[in-house]
């Protein structure tokens, strides 16, 4: 088997690491830059850098930001192949376009503007401060682009980081923090900057929430772990799960409709927490949208298909056994089986018996709007539409089956009025119009990139902004010139 020219220089790459680090790769503790064996020795190794980056020049902070933009871009490929390989989850080259946008397009020191108030008493000015030392706890599915991301933003606000990553993707996120290291330590910038215990596990979490040097937590992941900050005692920003609803009326672009659709809704095998979970379609488009989307790569799922995809990709509930039960057959269905979350289309119809091309992006079946594929986070690329009547009932369903979480909401329509009425009744921190979901954190639209949308405390698409306090200076009867 001959060896790319690519994967030559990667393997170059690491073994290169392991000798400077000393490691395996398996062992990252005290061997690789800014991991440790416990909560305490992160935390303390993190503030100490903290007070160093506080006290540098913003030109020299903005420094450092460019050293880890150019070194996650650097690594994009390499780490999006090790988070795909170790999760068993996404897609490599999509992967790679989420590392390299958190790189490129999260805002930098740009996005802590001051503000100030003058008048006949004088000057008063706010500005913006770090916390500290950030407890930031990081997903599975978006596990590489997630730590550039936070990582960029936190430390453009003057902050440090101890990285509470998911167990399932600790070899990718915590190549990820030492990449990051590496790049500020070579830039100038204090040692530890950001850290992560390299043994994570539930127990470590939990003493990174208690422990009192952390002066604000940052949760991006499922509800459990959101309620568990939020119940923490402690300033919590919570990033956490959607299901986008994406609804097409009778005035949408049907065409563009069905290629964002499937573009947006197959993105790393619909991992993203903002990618369609959903179509709620008006009737007397519908056969022309499933056309369409045919057209671009998607599968059309039959009866007995869909019966054979629920009982694979979906949990039976347990509390339903009881014989005689008389509960509509979705009800049986508990929850989701991990084991296909993030998996590739053809594997999961193949489980089922199916042969389709290895290259179909997107799985979809007609449903009606009880049904479990859409009221649960499936976060595969499975996508059930919804036929309705009229606009009214698309609306009345899509707020209904985004649940509240006021994540992300999706709608392809020509018309002013109803694209008003659905964006004012769904409440999401995100709401696209006629294009893929990705659009909304600044892939193919417009604004800037965050991989933490936190809507459940509010921040929204978090910057560096969200990662400071407020602090007022007031000098009184000067300095106002007018
Ligand atoms: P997950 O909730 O299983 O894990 C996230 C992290 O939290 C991991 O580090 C995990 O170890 C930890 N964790 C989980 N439960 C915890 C608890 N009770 N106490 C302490 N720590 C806990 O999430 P995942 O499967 O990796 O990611 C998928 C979920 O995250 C989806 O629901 C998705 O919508 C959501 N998500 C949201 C955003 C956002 O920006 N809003 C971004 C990415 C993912």
Do not use: W
């Not at 170790?86 to 930098?108: L, S």
């Not at 990081?138 to 990553?165: K, R």
């Amino acid at each position: 088997m001959a060896i790319e020219a690519y994967q030559i220089e990667k393997i170059v790459e690491e073994v290169m690491r392991k000798m400077v680090s000393g490691g395996s790769g398996d062992s990252f503790a005290g061997k690789a830059k800014g991991i440790f064996e416990s909560v305490d020795e992160a935390v303390k190794a993190a503030k100490a850098a903290q007070k160093e980056l506080v006290a540098m020049r913003i030109e020299k902070r903005e420094m450092l930001l460019k050293a880890m933009r150019e070194a996650a871009i650097a690594h994009a490929e390499e780490l999006a192949r090790l988070a795909v390989e170790e999760t068993g989850m996404g897609r490599v080259t999509d992967k790679i376009i989420k590392n390299r946008v958190a790189a490129e397009k999260t805002p930098g020191t740009e996005n802590l503007q001051p503000s100030a108030v003058t008048g006949d008493r004088g000057l008063t000015l706010i500005e913006r401060a770090p916390y500290g030392v950030i407890g930031a706890i990081t997903p599975s599915t978006n596990p590489c682009a997630t730590v550039i991301n936070n990582s960029i933003s936190m430390v453009a606000a003057g902050n440090s980081v101890v990285f509470s990553v998911h167990p399932g993707a600790k070899k990718a996120s915590l190549l990820t923090v030492e990449i990051l290291n590496e790049a500020i330590e070579k830039a100038g910038g204090p040692a530890n900057v950001l850290t992560a215990v390299a043994s994570p596990s539930l127990e470590n979490t939990n003493a990174l929430m208690k422990h009192p040097d952390i002066k604000l937590l940052v949760a991006t992941g499922g509800p459990g772990l959101v309620k568990a900050v939020l119940s923490s005692g402690k300033k919590a920003i919570g990033a956490g799960a959607g299901n986008p609803p994406a609804l097409v009326d009778e005035t949408a672009d049907l065409e563009r409709a069905a290629k964002s659709i499937v573009a947006g809704a197959s993105f790393d095998n619909n991992l993203p927490c903002i990618a369609e979970k959903e179509v709620i379609v008006v009737d007397y488009v519908a056969n022309q949208l499933i056309s369409y989307m045919k057209q671009n790569g998607a599968y059309l799922a039959n009866d007995r298909e869909i019966k054979a995809l629920m009982d694979l990709v979906l949990t039976k509930n347990e509390n339903l056994k009881a014989e005689g039960c008389t509960v509509k057959p979705e009800k049986l269905y508990g929850g989701i089986n991990k084991e296909y979350v993030g998996k590739d289309a053809a594997y999961i119809m193949k489980k089922i018996g199916v042969d389709i091309p290895e290259d179909t992006k997107l799985i979809i079946c007609e449903v009606d709007e009880d049904h479990p594929f859409v009221l649960e986070e499936l976060m595969m690329p499975i996508l059930p539409i919804v036929r309705v009547p009229n606009v009214q009932k698309a609306i009345e369903v899509g707020v209904r089956v985004e649940h509240g979480n006021r994540h992300t909401a999706v709608m392809h329509s020509q018309n002013i009025d109803n694209l008003s009425a659905f964006a004012r009744a769904v409440q999401t921190t995100i709401f696209v119009k006629n294009g893929p979901s990705y659009a909304g954190i600044g892939i193919g639209g417009e604004g800037y990139t965050t991989f933490t949308i936190a809507g459940p405390t509010g921040e929204g698409l978090t910057a560096a902004s969200s990662f400071t306090r407020q602090r007022r200076c007031v000098l009184v009867d000067g300095f106002s010139i007018v």
